[in-house]
T-cell receptor
Framework: AQSVTQLDSQVPVFEEAPVELRCNYS??????LFWYVQYPNQGLQLLLKYLSGSTLVKGINGFEAEFNKSQTSFHLRKPSVHISDTAEYFC??????????FGAGTRLFVKA | EADIYQTPRYLVIGTGKKITLECSQTMGHDKMYWYQQDPGMELHLIHYSYGVNSTEKGDLSSESTVSRIRTEHFPLTLESARPSHTSQYLC??????????FGPGTRLTVL
């Protein structure tokens, strides 16, 4: 069975500072990995995904993530955050079956 | 931009009422899902569908039911709403590589 752990429930950061949101997963088979963002009173929106190939994945809004198979991690990074990045971020894993496992979420709070 | 729609966006009803939350997608995806999410909390899968006439219960026990008569339509029904059903309900559909596209959600309040 797969599982996803988001290591930080909340991450406060100042505007224009770099940020890293951590995600670890467990699976006995190959996985697809995703990061989604959720703004207040909205559904989730895909930020980026890793299916295969290059382990460094670039997404929307300047975010990127690196798939590390040996450490079973898929951390999300942005070199300089904006106030508008304040949102809930969800890491997710699937194995190409019918269910995707979501992490508990990390609330990113960007301060002026 | 994802083409998945949910109606209504907000619903306030009294206990005991029957309600149906609508979800439609125009992407032709076979897989569709319903999640329940309390504010600021994680997602809980309550129903999913592989395709027309195929539905399964998810990980979180739910008193709701779903149907999948058409590929694009995946409505969720509560026969008798209770205050414990107060939550946000998110519908999603996915590609063959499990990339999920979410609707805007329905925020349900049962008084």
């Amino acid at each position: 069975a797969q599982s996803v752990t988001q290591l930080d429930s909340q991450v406060p950061v100042f505007e224009e500072a770099p940020v890293e949101l951590r995600c670890n997963y467990s699976s006995s088979v190959s996985v697809y990995l995703f990061w989604y963002v959720q703004y207040p009173n909205q559904g989730l929106q895909l930020l980026l995904k890793y299916l295969s190939g290059s382990t460094l994945v670039k997404g929307i809004n300047g975010f990127e993530a690196e798939f590390n198979k040996s450490q079973t991690s898929f951390h999300l990074r942005k070199p300089s955050v904006h106030i508008s990045d304040t949102a809930e971020y969800f890491c997710a894993v699937s194995t190409g079956g019918f269910k995707t496992i979501f992490g508990a979420g990390t609330r990113l709070f960007v301060k002026a | 931009e994802a083409d998945i729609y949910q109606t209504p966006r907000y619903l306030v009803i009294g206990t005991g009422k029957k309600i149906t939350l609508e979800c439609s997608q125009t992407m032709g995806h076979d897989k569709m899902y319903w999640y329940q999410q309390d504010p600021g909390m994680e997602l809980h899968l309550i129903h999913y569908s592989y395709g027309v006439n195929s539905t399964e219960k998810g990980d979180l026990s739910s008193e709701s039911t779903v149907s999948r008569i058409r590929t694009e339509h995946f409505p969720l029904t509560l026969e008798s709403a209770r205050p414990s059903h107060t939550s946000q309900y998110l519908c999603a559909s996915s590609t063959s590589t499990d990339t999920q596209y979410f609707g805007p959600g329905t925020r349900l309040t049962v008084l």
